[in-house]
């Protein structure tokens, strides 16, 4: 602890102005004994005139005068304020008064934030955290001005030292005026020196690293990187944490201003939509249980927040499209036919997802679209099971998902020649894994056969579409069908009568393809084996050309088209890869269009058919 | 001003947006946001210049 030596001042002027000093002094540290040794302490001219007159016996005005001049000559001592007129004498028990100075060159605030050897700034983010705070409030975040600077997000002052070039104004024509109008002149140019007005920096870079001047025109930019710039805003607010806008579909609308929904209004929509039995529009669910009127200003806000919280809910599915928001729930009966899975159906259209895709070869996207239809023949697959694999060219027809994650949409189809209508279910490729159409089943075997022409073709309505055909005279034939009314179905022929135009290599009639009997009817789950559907469909469609102990068949490849496509869907293109790539399978030299199976040996039949022809000969 | 280089797309005055697409009173379309968004930006980078 270092002891505190007290100064003892020296009062100069006459010997009375000394005294008169000295004893104003003693009085006034004795009035602050217990202040700090330099806290000042202060008394007016008017106290001290008014005590010492009273002490005196003399003119409070003559004391002031006698006190002020003593006081004045020792200023040293006592420093003198006037204050709204009010003279008022400063001392400290040090023996003068020195006002503190607050030393702010060096604090530990200046040094936290402005450190001596400052890491290198490229992105604001380093020094700003960007995480966000579980709750939902933004908080001002303090950024020194050194930061800034340094990131650049405000200018840099310029120190007020720096000193103006001479020769600017030297070499200014001005320099010739006479040296009286000079100096202003200098002292101007010292006080505002010309600053170059800032170049901002107007190059933004997306997160997927493609650089927009935002100088150029918002029509320019979105003409050139539109699609670019709304995924990657798409992206990001589908991301953002705090929801400040959410998606449904293509619109956006912010979180905190939509209407909240509780769980009784959202069991009242999903007993609504299992009374009906089927899918239900947004604006039929808002009508009919929210009694909300289209012609209200909040309709449509109204409808997204419908929509959006719908789209939360797991007990809801969304099946719509643009123009037509259906939403769907659990245990609503199921669209189209029960024998085949939805896993297994994807399995077995799972080419078109590998590019054997022939369905664009007579039609293009282009005049798909334009001309909103789309011409397929029926194959027995197809014309069993209600089902039409999601070729290229039915995609182009039908429409596309509204929601990134959407599984399948209801559509409805109509068949105008028979004012009939009925509710299919468009499932969306996933992965490798093929899209179909499903529910045609009851039109398909009412008025269609396989072989028939259809013509699929979109309406004024998006979700509505019609199937025609070609009709003709009714004409009755056996055709191959699929009885399963025993326990292990198989194939036979039936009498079938239909009315529309076929395409005569696809039907199926006992006189063309009367060997078809025989094949056999696989689980599904079996028929994904395409390969071995093939070898099996060979078999019994090809004509035998080898002999019992080395078994060879022949056909052509239309019939293994039209017979293949009873067992499982395949494209002509498939079928030719498969062809190509099978060990077992040659072409035909002598005959173009031709191919051969010989089945590989194998070890348990080699024996079986010498049996069989010693039986046969018995 | 704003340094075009603190702009984080998808982030910076996304609030300001969202106020915006409050005060139509309708949801908007993707495309007309990003607009909307792209002259909310605009007006930042280039607020100094103007004034300059």
């Known amino acids: 602890m270092t002891a505190v030596t007290r100064e003892r001042p020296t009062f100069a002027g006459t010997e009375e102005q000394q005294a008169l000093a000295e004893e104003i002094y003693q009085l006034m540290v004795a009035q602050g004994r217990l202040f700090a040794f330099d806290a000042p302490i202060r008394q007016t001219l008017q106290n001290l005139a008014d005590f010492y007159a009273r002490q005196r016996q003399m003119d409070p005005a003559e004391a002031a005068r006698l006190i002020d001049e003593a006081l004045r000559v020792n200023d040293h001592v006592f420093a003198r304020q006037e204050t709204n007129g009010d003279v008022v004498f400063i001392t400290s028990r040090r023996g003068r008064y020195i006002p503190p100075q607050v030393d702010t060159v060096h604090t530990f605030k200046q040094r936290l934030y402005e450190p001596e050897n400052p890491l290198p700034v490229d992105d604001i983010s380093v020094v700003v955290t960007t995480t966000r705070p ?268 509204l929601l990134a994650d959407q599984r399948s949409a209801v559509l409805r189809f109509e068949l105008p020649q028979h004012y009939l209508s009925t509710l299919v279910e468009l499932r969306y490729p996933t992965g490798n894994r093929g899209g179909w159409v499903q529910g045609f089943e009851t039109l398909f075997h009412d008025y269609l056969v396989p072989g028939a022409l259809i013509t699929l073709m979109r309406t004024d309505d998006p979700r509505t579409f019609a199937i025609t055909y070609e009709e003709q005279e009714e004409t009755q034939d056996r055709l191959l069908v699929l009885d399963e009314t025993k326990k292990t179905p198989k194939f036979t022929f039936a009498n079938i009568s239909y009315a529309c135009v076929v395409d005569t290599d696809m039907l199926l009639s006992q006189q063309q393809y009367g060997r078809l009997r025989n094949l056999k009817a696989f689980p599904m789950n079996e028929r994904r084996k395409a390969d071995l559907m093939l070898e099996h469909v060979f078999e019994i469609i090809g004509a035998p050309v080898g002999t019992r102990a080395e078994p060879k068949y022949a056909a052509s490849f239309e019939t293994l088209f039209v017979a293949l496509n009873v067992l499982r869907p395949a494209s002509r293109e498939y079928l030719t890869h498969l062809l190509a790539e099978g060990d077992n399978f040659a072409p035909d030299a002598s005959r173009p269009g031709w191919w051969f199976y010989t089945p590989p040996p194998s070890p348990e039949e080699d024996e079986e058919p010498d049996d069989e022809d010693f039986d046969d000969e018995e | 001003m704003m340094d075009g280089k603190n702009i984080i797309y998808g982030e910076t005055a996304i609030d300001k947006l969202a106020q915006q697409v409050r005060a139509t009173g309708q949801p908007q379309d993707i495309q007309s946001l990003t607009e909307r968004y792209l002259e909310i930006l605009r007006e930042l980078v280039l607020a100094g210049e103007q004034q300059a």
Do not use: C
């Open chain 1, 134 to 401: 579980a709750l939902t409030t933004v908080e001002p975040v303090f950024i020194s001005e050194y930061w800034q600077q340094q990131a650049g997000l405000i200018p840099v002052v310029v120190e007020s030292t720096v000193e103006t070039p001479v020769e600017a104004v030297v070499a200014a024509p001005e320099a010739a005026e006479p040296a009286g109008v000079s100096a202003p002149l200098e002292e101007e140019s010292r006080v505002a020196p010309p600053v170059e007005p800032a170049q901002a920096n107007t190059v933004i870079v997306l997160p997927n690293g493609l650089q927009i001047d935002l100088r150029r025109p918002v029509e320019e930019l979105m003409a050139q990187h539109g699609n670019t710039l709304m995924s990657q805003l798409r992206m990001a607010i589908e991301n953002d944490p705090l929801r400040r806008l959410v998606i449904f579909g293509n619109q956006a609308f912010p979180e905190a201003a939509l209407v909240s929904f509780g769980k009784n209004d959202l069991r009242r929509i999903s007993e609504y939509i299992k009374e009906v039995g089927e899918p239900l529009l947004d604006t039929q669910i808002i009508a009919d249980i929210f009694y909300h009127n289209p012609r209200q200003s909040d309709y449509e806000v109204f409808r997204f927040a419908l929509n959006y919280r719908l789209s939360r809910e797991k007990d809801f599915e969304f099946v719509g499209i643009e123009g037509a928001r259906l939403w769907s729930v659990r245990n609503l009966p199921a669209i189209g036919t029960k024998r085949v899975k939805a896993s297994e159906m994807g399995q077995l259209a799972g080419y078109i997802e590998e590019g054997f895709d022939d369905s664009l070869a007579e039609q293009s996207i282009d005049s798909i679209r334009k001309s909103g239809q789309v011409s397929h023949v029926l194959t027995f697959f197809e014309w069993e099971y209600g089902i039409l694999p999601l070729t290229r060219a039915l995609a182009a027809l039908l429409p596309q998902p």
